[in-house]
């Protein structure tokens, strides 16, 4: 993908990506937010893009606020906790990263408030159902009716990225006039998915079994689309993942115009 030209333009919009907690030969702590992430948000939604480190120590909510136009919420191998949704802690429900729980949820509820935009990626799909009062399968292919979602264990990253099945969108709703076509092809890389809608979450697109693929929260002021697939694989490319971090970057760009 092409660089921005930016010579001949405003400022552009500056997007929070939110980082995931690694470590490095089991010593170095990092905070990473991967690259197609970060070139999704510069060459196809024209913001700059800057890791969020998930760690309440570090940041403050109301400074993400106050610093970002709006938030890439990113997909991650740890889950949301299950009792920020009111359950226990069982082995199918993974691997946490609790300080980036209490960062992205906090911070979802305030954009919608705010109407400041954010799309959900996987992960990010999931933490924007639970911040609204949602719940989550710990382990989708474990359902009855239910394909497997999760990546595949083996293969090359095209192989593992590949399009895997369909989402059809509601009829006239907001993905449905996004994308131009009521159904679309997608990858598939997770292992848990909405149980129970959030308060104001509404399911706009649905993979084959049933599983929910596509939402956005009910009279939001601002862009709050999530998805629970990866649209940041080819993202300049492909023709799904294209309008989604289109409209995603338009609506951060007049987020930054509105506030001067």
């Known amino acids: 993908m092409p660089r921005p030209d930016t010579a001949s333009h405003a400022p552009r919009p500056l997007i929070g990506i939110i980082g995931n907690a690694h470590e490095i030969d089991g010593r170095y702590s990092v905070h990473a937010g991967g690259a197609m992430n970060s070139e999704a948000v510069a060459m196809v939604s024209g913001g700059v893009p800057v890791i969020i480190p998930t760690d309440p120590r570090l940041v403050a909510v109301e400074d993400l606020l106050a610093l970002c136009d709006g938030f890439l919420l990113t997909g991650g191998r740890p889950n949301v906790h299950p009792s920020e949704y009111g359950e226990e802690e069982t082995p199918a429900h993974g691997a946490f990263d609790r300080g980036r729980d209490a960062i992205t949820l906090p911070l979802v509820r305030a954009c919608v408030d705010r109407g400041q935009p954010f799309l959900g990626i996987c992960r990010g799909f999931q933490e924007v159902n639970v911040a609204m ?119 951060a760009a007049e987020w930054k115009a509105a506030r001067g």
């Open 133 to 251: 009062g949602g719940t989550l399968y710990p382990e989708i292919r474990d359902l009855p009716g239910r394909m497997n979602h999760r990546m595949p264990p083996d293969g090359t990253i095209e192989e593992k990225f590949a399009l895997r099945h369909t989402v059809r969108f509601t009829e006239g709703g907001v993905f449905h006039r996004l994308m131009g076509t009521p159904e679309v092809m997608t990858n598939t890389l997770h292992g848990q998915g909405i149980a129970r809608p959030g308060s104001r979450i509404v399911i706009d697109g649905l993979a084959p079994d049933g599983t929910p693929e596509a939402i956005y929260v009910k009279d939001a002021p601002g862009f709050t689309l999530s998805v629970q697939w990866h649209p940041e694989w080819r993202a300049g490319e492909d023709p799904v993942s294209r309008p989604l971090f289109e409209a995603f970057g338009r609506a």
